[in-house]
């Protein structure tokens, strides 16, 4: 809590009151966790006479805003209210008309703003607008906290690619697998539905062809909060990295509903691969090669149809995907957060790229050990320690005799993490 960003009086009664309604709009913005991107979450409160008369949160890109909803929760008694927001209301005619003017029009009496929004188009300016209107505008009450909660959409605005997350669920000894390819499962129950809760609080899920081949997994959030007025879970839609267009047509990935697969493809994939995964459901995005290296992939690839068997026996010559234009294309997708699955590969790209923001390593109380076994970032490695990847973290918690570290990457541009946004 940054007591020093609040204009109004720290540690005073109101401060504690107003404190209490940002939670609320807190708690309200999450109901919509997932569904709003490339917008923000928000959410927010209409206090009277030390009742709350009004809440709303975003639900949806495109559809009515927080301040929106709340006000008209309100009715005309939001005249002379006050208005609690976790992001500054927008000055800007966007798909909706400015929330700073339907404030004014609505004779709210003082603004409580959490955080500034940094998108351009506002930064400042819905602000400037409710001031200079001659209401009273609060701002910084739980701003970390606001910070946190649009962490995807602050790095989207900021850097104009999506927030990615790197997750990998280990042993002590830093190995996603055993020395035959045996992954499942390496954490306990409580740490994997801590996994399903991140998926739930990302847009999207990334893994690699590797992955699909070996475990034919779902990618599904199978997470039900404790309160389902909490959250309303999503399914992020799926983006697997697969050169040569090798994804079973019968894949798990396929089987869930209300939610998208996207296949990223080089250009040397065959055009028929790209119908077939068509004709399965998959959107198809070709993207440009990188290095070009000869197929050795086969060692975990314990799903294997004829398809992928004959793509693989023909000792193609196969494209690594480049990570930096596969984010500007998931920016484009409208995707503002991205967990990324692995496997060992696939992570190894995205640290040797520095292409992410954050890193969740759930460890699972067991040792594989083998030299053969695969650890959890593969790929050249550094020469040099002073060449390493600088780390800030977060938090650890013990999952029921598992480890859950969370991990924001030093210096990086953009968001929220320790004060830096
Ligand atoms: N414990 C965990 O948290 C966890 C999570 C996931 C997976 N796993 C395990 O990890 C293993 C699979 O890992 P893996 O390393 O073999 O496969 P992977 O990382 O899932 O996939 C690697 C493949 O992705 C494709 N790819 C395309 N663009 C890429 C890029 N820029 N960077 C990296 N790969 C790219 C390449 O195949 P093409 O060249 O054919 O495109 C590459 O061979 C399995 O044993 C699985 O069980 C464990």
Redesign the pocket.
């Given at each position: 809590m940054r007591d020093e960003q609040y204009t109004g009086k720290p540690q005073t009664a109101e401060y504690e009151q107003d404190k209490q309604y940002m939670l609320r709009a807190l708690t309200l913005a999450k109901r919509a966790t997932g569904f709003t991107h490339p917008n923000p979450m928000v959410g927010a409160v209409v206090v009277k006479n030390g009742k709350i008369i009004g809440e709303g949160y975003h639900q949806k890109a495109g559809e009515a805003h927080a301040e929106v909803h709340a006000l008209k929760a309100a009715g005309e008694n939001a005249n002379g209210a006050t208005l609690y927001v976790t992001l500054e209301p927008c000055a800007h005619y966007g798909k909706t008309p400015p929330c700073a003017k339907r404030v004014i029009e609505a004779g709210i009496k003082r603004v409580v703003v959490g955080l500034i929004d940094p998108n351009p188009l506002v930064a400042g300016k819905g602000i400037k607008m409710i001031r200079e209107a001659g209401i009273e505008v609060t701002t910084g009450i739980l701003e970390k906290e606001c910070a946190k909660l649009v962490e995807g959409f602050l790095t989207f605005i900021k850097t104009g690619k999506p927030f990615v997350t790197l997750?990998?669920?280990?042993s002590l000894d830093g190995k996603?697998?055993t020395r035959t390819?045996?992954?499942?499962w390496?954490?306990n129950e409580t740490a994997r539905m801590d996994?399903h809760k991140l998926r739930a609080l990302h847009d999207a899920i990334l893994?690699?062809?590797?992955?699909?081949?070996?475990?034919n997994?779902s990618l599904n959030c199978r997470w039900q909060p404790e309160d389902v007025n909490e959250y309303a879970v999503h399914q992020p839609d799926v983006i697997?990295?697969?050169?040569?267009g090798?994804t079973p047509t019968d894949a798990n990935i396929f089987k869930q509903i209300n939610r998208k697969v996207y296949i990223?493809?080089?250009s040397k994939c065959e055009a028929s691969r790209i119908n077939e995964l068509e004709k399965a459901g998959a959107q198809v995005v070709i993207l440009a090669d990188?290095t070009n290296?000869t197929?050795?992939?086969g060692?975990?690839?314990t799903h294997d149809t004829d398809d992928a068997s004959a793509?693989k026996q023909s000792g193609a010559t196969?494209?690594?995907?480049?990570?930096e234009e596969?984010l500007t294309k998931l920016a484009e997708l409208g995707f503002t957060s991205v967990l990324v699955?692995?496997?060992?590969?696939?992570?190894?790209?995205?640290v040797e790229a520095r292409a992410f923001d954050k890193i969740v390593t759930?460890i699972g109380n067991t040792i594989i050990g083998g030299q053969a076994a695969?650890g959890?970032i593969?790929?050249t490695g550094i020469d040099q320690l002073a060449d390493g990847v600088d780390l800030v973290f977060e938090s650890v918690e013990i999952l029921a005799n598992n480890i859950r570290i969370e991990t924001y990457l030093a210096g990086r541009s953009g968001a929220y993490v320790h004060g830096d946004y």
């Open positions: 997750k990998s669920a280990m996603i697998a390819g045996h992954s499942q390496i954490t996994g893994t690699g062809i590797g992955t699909v081949l070996s475990d997994p697997v990295l697969d050169s040569m090798r990223f493809v080089s990188t290296t197929d050795t992939l060692t975990t690839d793509i196969k494209a690594q995907l480049p990570i596969i699955e692995g496997g060992s590969q696939v992570i190894a790209s995205f759930y695969l959890a593969s790929g």
